[in-house]
């Protein structure tokens, strides 16, 4: 069930979806000016069709004086425009679930940072021996911008999937190439929304994942997301620790909610939780209202949750006619953005 006043409360409520009244409180309240909570993060791989994809421009900033220079950015290990492929050398392999991986790549140079921004992702790139053509698939590292020397991806093993079932096959020391930044949604200023709502399906969640990031790793934003992530079953919770840490450590602030197709035995009973598929009322319920100023409203996941949700996107440059439930609840095509 969802449930809304106290975030932190467990108690069951009946079969209706939440207490509308205390979770529209918190979807439509406006951020405080200002907060002395001391900022915690945890450290986020979309599908997304290959093809078309353009890259941030390549930098070269103004030489800077020299009292200033030991305060310059760190160098970037992906910086677009014409760099080309980079081979990144697997470093260690983590077993999440049964189908799910996670993997460090080392950076070239022990001193870079990716050079990904929020938000972005990188191309990945394989050509089997038997293959006419290169495999091309775009991931969404789940690892900080600010990391130093690595990323991090989080690869979900599909059965027909080319590319994840080779990086599952990939052992420490092999390399895979990247390219990058693929651009997405630009969030670079603070407090640029009031209120984010994210509607993510299975590995859509890393994008979203990478959002939220943006938001709480900023002592000065104040913005409150809203997560609806649908899965098969809890198993296929991605960064179930992660998010509940977040949730437990900004309470007024970030909230998700779990929807499970075949969820177990009475997972019903605790608040935050549904089963079936993301329905219209549960967003009706949990989501800011479509006529709050200042919100964003975000869709990441399988075919099938775009066309439930939002409509596909026409292109990753063409967002495409907004359609679906969040038509149907007033939300308008500027207030959507599909990963």
């Not at 449930?3 to 108690?11: C, D, L, P, T, V």
């Not at 799910?100 to 870079?112: A, H, N, Y």
């Not at 991090?152 to 079932?165: C, F, H, Q, R």
């Not at 790793?217 to 992660?242: A, R």
Request: glycine content about 8%; charged content about 20%; proline content about 8%.
């Amino acid at each position: 069930m969802f449930a809304r006043s106290a975030f932190r409360s467990a108690r069951p409520i009946s079969n209706e979806l939440i207490s509308l009244q205390s979770i529209r409180h918190y979807a439509t309240e406006t951020p405080p000016k200002s907060s002395n909570t001391v900022l915690y993060v945890a450290g986020a791989t979309a599908l997304a069709a290959a093809g078309g994809y353009y890259f941030y421009p390549s930098s070269n900033p103004q030489q800077l004086p020299a009292k200033v220079k030991s305060v310059t950015q760190p160098k970037m290990a992906f910086i677009g425009g014409d760099q080309g492929f980079i081979d990144l050398k697997l470093e260690s392999v983590e077993d999440v679930s049964g189908n799910t991986k996670r993997l460090r790549f080392s950076l070239p140079e022990g001193d870079q940072v990716s050079g990904l921004k929020i938000a972005s992702a990188l191309l990945t790139k394989y050509q089997g021996p038997e293959d006419a053509k290169p495999v091309l698939r775009p991931y969404t590292p789940i690892s900080d911008e600010s990391a130093v020397g690595y990323l991090d991806l989080l690869v979900k093993k599909y059965p027909n999937g080319a590319m994840s079932t080779h990086i599952h096959d990939m052992q420490p020391n092999q390399s895979l190439a990247f390219k990058g930044p693929l651009p997405k949604y630009p969030l670079s200023e603070t407090n640029q929304h009031n209120h984010l709502a994210l509607i993510a399906g299975g590995t859509g969640i890393t994008p979203m994942y990478q959002l939220i990031r943006g938001v709480f790793n900023n002592p000065e934003d104040k913005t409150k997301v809203t997560l609806v992530f649908g899965n098969v079953t809890e198993e296929d919770i991605l960064l179930k620790k992660e998010l509940q840490e977040l949730e437990n450590t900004y309470p007024n602030r970030f909230r998700a909610f779990y929807v499970l197709d075949k969820p177990p035995k009475d997972w019903e009973q605790i608040n935050g939780r549904g089963s079936g598929f993301i329905t219209k009322d549960l967003l009706k319920t949990v989501l800011p209202e479509s006529k709050e100023e200042n919100i964003k409203v975000f869709v990441c996941g399988p075919p099938g949750l775009y066309k439930a949700i939002s409509g596909p996107k026409n292109s990753p440059q063409d967002q495409g006619e907004l359609s679906g439930i969040l038509k149907e609840l007033g939300y308008t095509k500027e207030q959507v953005y599909k990963f």
